[in-house]
């Protein structure tokens, strides 16, 4: 089945400093969205954009997609301890233009902000 | 407050029992969801509901059952079918469809069965 992939898969980093994560998927997607878990909790939605935006901002997070290279990033601006969470990519499979309605997600990507 | 709640936070069974995990939402969601999480790794769909008293297979549905009898409930129960039931179950919902609306996760349930 269709997976998007997250890249890299741990990233460290000292607070202050910008963050970037990438998403690549298979298929044909109607959205991707981005999600944010702290260890041992459930997710938390932050961003969902659809595929026919190219860039989504929230605060301090942005979103890029580029459905030609069926790829999607996030960056996170002027990273902060509270930061720190594993990060995933979750996509829909477009088939035929309709959507089954679920989502496929990512292995993630651990991100840890140094204080 | 709206939410998702999820019972026990952990849970600990004997091989070959059958087990229930529950999931209630007061958000007025139609559609809900059971995922599993092993370790390091990202969440893979067990089954959905999109509505009451009908529900779907997710991509790993084999040792699992669900029911959907009420809009705000959707229990999971891990049978002794299934072979490597220790992992961190998680229960989400949302407006339908999925794709184009976030989902809202409860907090989770770990499981562990020796």
Known sequence: ?115 | DGGITQSPKYLFRKEGQNVTLSCEQNLNHDAMYWYRQDPGQGLRLIYYSQIVNDFQKGDIAEGYSVSREKKESFPLTVTSAQKNPTAFYLCASSIWPASSYEQYFGPGTRLTVT
Not at chain 1, 48 to 62: A, D, V
Not at chain 1, 74 to 99: E, K, P, Q
């Open chain 1, 1 to 115: 089945s269709q997976q998007g992939e997250e890249d890299p898969q741990a990233l460290s980093i000292q607070e202050g400093e910008n963050a970037t994560m990438n998403c690549s998927y298979k298929t044909s997607i109607n959205n991707l969205q981005w999600y944010r878990q702290n260890s041992g909790r459930g997710l938390v939605h932050l961003i969902l954009i659809r595929s026919n935006e190219r860039e989504k901002h929230s605060g301090r997070l942005r979103v890029t997609l580029d459905t030609s290279k069926k790829s999607s990033s996030l960056l996170i601006t002027a990273s902060r301890a509270a930061d720190t969470a594993s990060y995933f990519c979750a996509t829909d499979l477009n088939a035929g233009g309709t959507s089954y309605g679920k989502l496929t997600f990512g292995q993630g990507t651990i991100l840890t902000v140094h204080p």
